[in-house]
């Protein structure tokens, strides 16, 4: 799997998997170590902290990238969470 947050990609993969029955399945996934930090890819992204411009770097760079598809999250749970989420973005910032 070339990207490891494609959620369509892992479904289609944890799909495929469940529907092989004759033998066992192995998914492979790419990810980055410190992903959407300046730090990506680099040993400092676990082996130093982040200073305040790299954390809101961080933050625009996943803001950007977020792909969740609604389907995914319950009906029921999305107004209440949009709510939370967006009380505590303005905390975040």
């Known amino acids: 799997m070339a990207d490891g947050n494609d ?3 892992i479904n289609a993969a944890l799909q495929a998997a469940r529907e092989q029955i004759a033998r066992p ?3 492979l996934v790419r ?6 930090s300046p ?3 680099t040993f ?6 982040l200073g305040v411009d790299d954390v809101r770097k961080t933050k625009e760079s996943l803001f950007q990238r977020a792909r969740c598809p609604r389907s995914l999250i319950r009906k029921d749970v999305i107004p209440g969470t949009l ?3 967006a009380e505590r ?3 975040w910032d």
């Open 7 to 9: 959620l369509t990609e």
């Open 25 to 27: 399945s192995l998914i």
């Open 31 to 36: 990810t980055h170590i410190g992903d959407g």
């Open 39 to 41: 730090e990506q890819d």
């Open 44 to 49: 400092k992204a676990h082996g130093s902290p």
């Open 83 to 85: 709510t939370v989420s």
């Open 89 to 91: 973005l303005q905390d």
